[in-house]
């Protein structure tokens, strides 16, 4: 089956670092991956996308990367704030298909 | 949240009685979804709808059945609730106008609907 797989369910670190995320696809290439944000209580928000062609997008201090060798996307996070804590999950994208999403990522950052 | 407002917010229910969720959305979206999202789950698709009248089901359909008699109003209906379907409902949509569908259109979402079942 397909799968879109975040394999860490938290992740801590220290204010002024970067945060680094993964999401894992198997069994597809998934074409487009699309990110997202989501605070408690809320619902989530769109972040970036990018194409299984590019390597890199930037939004300010946020990246993701595509390895497509390694059937992987990395999200960034630069300069991390206390304000970026919340959970963050990767989708994958196909034509009209429905978006599957990972599990999510809750990420905290610590002033 | 672009527009898309869910209701009721907070929901308890008894186990077997019908529960109906709302969501309307102003921007004239063409597609919407319900999701529902659970601790080790994360969000899973129940039905979608991809024009009036059009749905389709979606990887935990069972339990659930949904009807769209106007672009603007997604209903999801449970039939006979049972405490397996308490969980944290969302609503998205997308305007449907891209070429290459989702793949470069973003989901708008609602703020959720928390259902607890009894």
């Known amino acids: 089956s397909q799968k879109i797989e975040q394999n860490s369910e938290a992740l801590n670190i220290q204010e002024g670092k970067t945060a680094t995320l993964t999401c894992n696809y198997t069994?597809?290439?998934?074409?487009?991956l699309q990110w997202y944000r989501q605070d408690p209580g809320r619902g989530p928000v769109f972040l970036l996308l990018?194409?299984?062609?590019?390597k890199e997008k930037r939004k300010e201090r946020l990246k993701v990367t595509f390895d497509t060798t390694l059937k992987q996307s990395l999200f960034h996070i630069t300069a991390s704030q206390p304000a970026d804590s919340a959970t963050y999950l990767c989708a994958r994208a196909s034509g009209n298909t429905p978006l599957v999403f990972g599990k999510g990522t809750r990420l905290s950052v610590i002033a | 949240d672009a527009g898309i407002t869910q209701s009721p917010r907070h929901k308890v229910t008894e186990t077997g009685t019908p529960v109906t969720l709302r969501c309307h959305q102003t921007e004239n979206h063409r597609y919407m979804y319900w999701y529902r999202q659970d601790p080790g789950h994360g969000l899973r698709l129940i039905h979608y709808?991809?024009?009036?009248?059009?749905?389709d089901k979606g990887e935990v359909s069972d339990g659930y059945s949904v009807s769209r008699s106007k672009t603007e109003d997604f209903l999801l209906t449970l039939e006979s609730a049972t405490s397996s379907q308490t969980s944290v409902y969302f609503c998205a949509a997308r305007p449907g106008t891209g070429v290459l569908g989702v793949t470069n259109e973003k989901l708008f979402f609602g703020s959720g609907t928390q259902l607890s079942v009894l």
């Open positions: 990018i194409r299984e062609n590019e």
């Open positions: 069994n597809y290439s998934p074409a487009y």
């Open positions: 709808s991809y024009g009036v009248k059009d749905t």
